[in-house]
């Protein structure tokens, strides 16, 4: 099995920046792609970005390109989404998640860490 523990969330101002992090424990060497996805109040769950196993591969959403970065720390078994010039539609429930392959749906996923960007 496989445990996914965001944090870093928190309340920020329109503008400004969170580093959150995932915390991966279990049978770490089986994952491939971790991503971040998030959902605000009464939208859909929403793709944010993914990164391969190495990390030499990223994809954003059009959303977050040029604001956000996702990296991975593999011998820390951690993924991390750094999120910069935020905005209030940023404000949602962020969620990581880990991928057994390298194409495909995510098997594992946390419980989230709320975002909350103020104007």
């Known amino acids: 099995q496989v445990q996914l523990v965001e944090s870093g969330g928190g309340l920020v101002q329109a503008g400004g920046s969170l580093r959150l992090s995932c915390a991966v424990s279990?049978?770490?060497?089986?994952?491939?792609?971790m991503a971040w996805f998030r959902q605000a109040p009464g939208k859909e769950h929403e793709f944010v970005a993914v990164i391969s196993l190495s990390a030499s591969s990223t994809e954003y959403a059009d959303s977050a390109k040029g604001r956000f970065t996702i990296s991975r720390d593999n011998a820390k078994n951690t993924v991390y989404l750094q999120m910069s010039s935020l905005k209030r539609e940023d404000t949602a429930l962020y969620y990581c998640a880990a991928s057994l392959y390298d194409t495909g749906g995510y098997h594992y996923w946390g419980q989230g860490t709320q975002v909350t960007v103020s104007s």
């Open positions: 279990g049978r770490t060497a089986s994952l491939r792609r």
